[in-house]
């Protein structure tokens, strides 16, 4: 594609309402985002806002629901690197209706605009997923990892004798890592309640409106769900000398 290139979108929303019950017990007293990860000394949702600032975000608009008040508590106290604005749903909207309400709310609704789940740890190039998604003409454009399986597998022959064994091997399968690019019409597709994942993008799918941007070589992501995913998180940051 020729021509100048396209600005990268400079406002994102960041879904931080859920209740984390995997996570028990830290998220008895604090939002599944609000967790720390271990021997860094910032919880993910500012690990998250921080990336977002590098990638060109100049505001954030954080939904939250679960203990709203200690998030809101944090972000009033912390030194951002980006303006941000917090909603709350007053009652559950669904994914979709949550991101529809919080996109309500950002600064330039006639831009593009990113979304984050609240509960991903990644590092990778957000400025080339909006060329990525601009190129295609896209109205939504999901991330796409491929995991490790959290078990070893066994790799057989065709008469079943055991060849090898490969521990944590990458998925053959890629995942929604749950980091998008929007286009600003999007907001209005979402439904107003319900799960957008089940609704608006199977339809943009079959319209071949939806694109999938694999996430590149080594870039570092991670959603955090368990307590053994923290504690991973932490060997990982420990061995990569952040």
Known sequence: M?????PSPTQAVVLAGGQGSRLRPY??????????????GTPIIGHQLNWLA???????????????????????????????TTVVETEPLG??????????????????????????????????????????AAEATLALARP??????????????????IESPPSP?????????????????????????????PRLARERRLAGFPLPQGAYWRAIDTAKDLTEAAKELSAQGR
């Open 2 to 6: 020729t021509g100048a290139p396209h």
């Open 27 to 40: 998220t008895d007293d604090r939002p599944k985002p609000m967790v720390e990860i271990p021997g860094t």
């Open 54 to 84: 590098e990638e060109g975000v100049t505001d954030a608009v954080i939904s939250c629901g679960h203990l709203a008040g200690v998030l809101q508590d944090w972000l009033d106290r912390a030194q951002l690197p980006l303006r941000v």
């Open 95 to 136: 994914r979709g209706g949550g991101l529809k309400y919080a996109a309500g709310s950002l600064p330039r609704p006639d831009e593009p605009w990113y979304a984050t789940n609240g509960d991903i740890w990644t590092r990778f190039p957000l400025r080339d997923m909006a060329a990525f998604h601009h190129e295609r």
């Open 148 to 165: 490790h399986i959290p078990w070893g597998a066994v790799e057989t022959d065709a008469f079943g004798h055991v060849l090898d064994f």
């Open 173 to 201: 399968y890629l995942i929604n890592a749950g980091v998008y690019v929007f286009s600003a019409a999007f907001t209005e597709l979402l439904p107003d309640r319900g799960d957008h994942e089940r609704t608006t993008f």
